[in-house]
């Protein structure tokens, strides 16, 4: 059944059970996926996948819920039937309903769709790769994580009073994790990762480049002295950091009182007036961009910190609505719908006299802590209360010498971060969650076993 | 399409597949594969949310999908589809045969699948006995109402999950089951507040095979634990960082061991080269006082099977024996590549994920010592009561939050603290866990890997590390 035969579908099954109010989201996907083992193919996957999720309001105006896999004519009466009941036990304390917006004209730009290369091409292609990262440097010795995939896939959002919205996509993903060993010395471990639209998208030369060189700048390490220190966090870094706190901007977040915003928080200053954040899921650069989200709200660029100060929410329909705002394009469609944030753009504003201009990652030549990339995001933050521990791979610079950092950890409050930005250097980088420069924060705490 | 195809021509649960599973196989080894499997699961899932004193979310899902996977040489082709037609499933075969570019002309003998072995017969009746939705409505909502025990607690939530999944596993050693799983899981989260303050708590409960078992959960002690939990931690100092001895409490302190030795001996690690412990067989690896088992046969814990994800019934694992490595983690595919001989550790989080060896049960087996005993024997260190999650590295570092901590002085625990972080690698730490108590208890979880989100335990008596850093500020 495509999209249109679906509607058409869920239309004729809600009528006969007297429902006049649904909406759907579906998604259709075909993906496939190579791994290798030393020159050798170790896994080949291919997969059909498909997913419907069908809300329906009963006569009380309450919403129940279903997701199936089954796309059969009796898969889409179970699922009305099961949303149905479930409709009993729909929320009522706060209301749902259609996105205003479900219907306004959506932007698709930058839609690349390439055609499959087919798993022999992944393949080819991911040996290759292996054995020139294996060959990059003699104390590369395995690629323990690698991956080539492609994914094609169809989204749709329609609705009982005439919405509906559908895009089709393709994406590729290349990553290269290498593990270097040298004799005495702990094996270090470093990698990379490149999007696309398509496999031909992929710049494989400069990923294997990437992991080679990361892995290599780790061999030489050594333990850090817990202290605080100042710290250079990499675009990727900085994106991160962002994206797990994202709650502060988040209107579900605010109104589930799990978020460090409050209703009133719009207008609060948060950091120096050199910071502008937006959300910008259509960005050019992103390659998942979606043109709506799970309510069909048209997806747009969206200012969340202006000179400093918070600027805007993100919204669902129903956020929107007790905050009397418009939606935002931010809903996941559920039960209890759902508001993240779509791609993450950081840049520095024009007020920007505060800063230490000096502090450029490439030529500062006092003692300064690179944070290149945080890990274990879900385990050591707490975004209801603004505190993080994070383990990370990193550098410490210090009289004119770099050395990799074994082992440690930096621990800080979100807000405490945000206020003691001393630097934002001015060279945006594109990474896999989003767009942003070097950033620099004085003053954080690093626990390492020196 | 819609569904054309007659009964005949399609798997349908509950009834006896034999014949098409056959035929299914038979294609395959026909076109040259090594050995054919095919996965086939129904499930069943509902959740509920409660917040504060409403029912926010009901989310039943269903659903069903096939897994085949072939096998030539020592690799393999994976395709999953939502198509359960005897066409659909020949097309993903033909799509895994032609992934893995098989050329020769060997054929495989196939002899037909073996008796049934049936472990559904006395689970038919799950899907009746399991709480209704409104039953599980209510006792939430009680729950989070029982959470309200002053006016600092500022967000309060209970939620309840329900996976049931029928499972039929057939592959070409002769290999046909038929499996029911049940797992139910409830859980609990406060947020507290007190001006500059706050502080979180939380505790899951998880049960497998046990459709009562969600009626029978005591509630009220539940609530005390995670409100006592989050009013201890409310206005703790962050904690100093450095090394330092640590006991972890027992239960879900499980899950240090879990993620940071654990996961090394799956063969999937051996298989990457990934852990330090490959060449490690009958080699002492950690402390004496340490014994680690790996199984899935306790009754109605989270990570228990009646059979695995490969249609092998699981077996009990001693992985540690009084610090001696003695055994690896192993499935289908590791026995192939490692030559570790498989553990009915076969598991995967449903249909669209090839199985991989993964823990079920794990856990640190008790020693002789008093929770007390460990405690008094430091002096300066840290009570690490709950842990929250962690992670392990490609190079086997791993990092843990630790939920709610206790200094230690002078052999007492003392003030709560926060912020801690428990930083090490698990070759360095095994061989310092010096004291084991007597109070083993486990805990469930979810474990993320390579072939999904796996229902997990975790568990240990209270144990002593002698030294570990500890990330703070």
Known sequence: MNSKEITTQISKAADSLNLKKWDYGASFSNDYSVQVDKGEAKQLKASQKQILTIRVWNESNLVGITTTSDISQSGIEKALNQANIASDFGNKNERTEFSPLAKDPIEVKYTKKRKPVGIKKLLTLLREAEVKLLESHESIKSVPYNGLSESFYERVYANSDGAFRSYTKSQAALYLYARAEENNKKPRSSGSVKLGYGVEDIDIESCIKDASSKTISHLNYSSIKTDKYLICFSPESFLTIINAFSSMFNARSILDGVSLSNKNSIGQKLSTEALNIYDDGLHEKNISSSPFDGEGTPTKRLCLINKGRLENFIHSESTARIFKTIPTGHAGLGSKVSVSPDWIVVEKSDENSDLKTSLDHSTYEGEFVYIEELNAIHAGVRASQGSFSLPFDGWLYKNGKKISIESATVAGDIKYLLKNIVNIETNQEVTTSGISPHVWVDDLSITGDA | ?473
Request: glycine share 10%.
């Open chain 2, 1 to 473: 399409m819609l569904s054309s195809q007659t009964k005949s021509n399609e798997i349908v649960f509950g009834s006896c597949n034999k014949d098409l599973l056959e035929e299914i196989i038979f294609y395959g080894i026909g076109l040259g594969a090594d050995f054919v499997e095919i996965f086939i699961e129904n499930t069943n899932n509902s959740s509920v949310l409660a917040e504060e004193d409403f029912i926010t979310s009901v989310s039943p899902s269903f659903g069903r999908g096939a897994g085949i996977r072939i096998f030539k040489g020592k690799k393999d082709g994976f395709v999953s589809t939502n198509d359960l037609t005897k066409h659909g499933l020949m097309r993903s075969v033909s799509q895994a045969i032609e992934m893995l570019d098989i050329t020769d002309n060997k054929i495989e003998v196939f002899k037909g699948l073996n008796k049934h072995r049936d472990y559904c017969l006395s689970k038919k009746k799950w899907i009746n006995e399991v709480p209704s939705i409104h039953e599980i409505s209510e006792k939430l909502l009680v729950s989070t109402k029982s959470l309200k025990k002053n006016n600092k607690i500022i967000t309060r939530k209970g939620s309840y999950s329900r996976n049931l999944q029928e499972v039929i596993i057939a592959s070409s050693d002769g290999t046909y089951v038929s499996d029911i799983r049940l797992h139910q899981t409830v859980g609990l989260n406060v947020i507290a507040s007190d001006a500059q303050y706050r502080s979180s708590g939380s505790r899951r409960f998880g049960s497998s095979g046990m459709p009562n078992e969600f009626r029978l959960w005591d509630h009220e002690k539940a609530a005390n634990d995670v409100f006592e939990s989050s009013m201890n931690m409310l206005y703790a100092d962050y904690v100093d960082a450095g090394q330092m001895p640590v006991v972890l409490a027992n239960k879900f302190g499980g899950v240090i061991f879990h993620e940071a030795c654990g996961h090394l001996l799956e063969t999937t690690q051996i298989e990457r080269g990934t852990t330090p412990f490959e060449n490690k067989l009958n080699e002492k690896i950690a402390h004496e006082s340490v014994t680690a088992i790996d199984e899935g046969i306790s009754e109605g814990y989270f990570g228990s099977l009646s059979v695995d994800d490969e249609g092998m019934e699981p077996e009990k694992s001693v992985l540690i024996k009084d610090g001696i490595l003695k055994k690896f983690i192993s499935d289908r595919a590791g026995e192939l590549r490692t030559g570790h001989k498989r553990t009915g550790s076969g598991r995967r989080q449903n249909y669209s994920f090839a199985a991989a060896s993964r823990m079920r049960n794990t856990y640190i087996a008790k020693g002789e010592h008093s929770k007390e005993d460990l405690i008094n024997s430091i002096s300066e260190g840290l009570y690490c009561k709950s842990m929250g999650g962690g992670s392990v590295g490609a190079t086997g570092q791993f990092n843990f939050a630790v939920e709610e901590g206790y200094l230690i002085k002078n052999g007492k625990l003392t003030s709560p603290v926060k912020g801690a972080t428990l930083i090490g690698e698990a070759k360095e730490v095994m061989p310092k866990i010096s004291m084991c108590g007597n109070d083993l208890e486990l805990a469930p979880g979810f474990c993320g890997s390579i072939s999904g989100s796996v229902n997990v335990t975790v568990g240990q008596p209270h144990i002593k590390v002698d030294s570990i850093t500890v990330g703070g500020r």
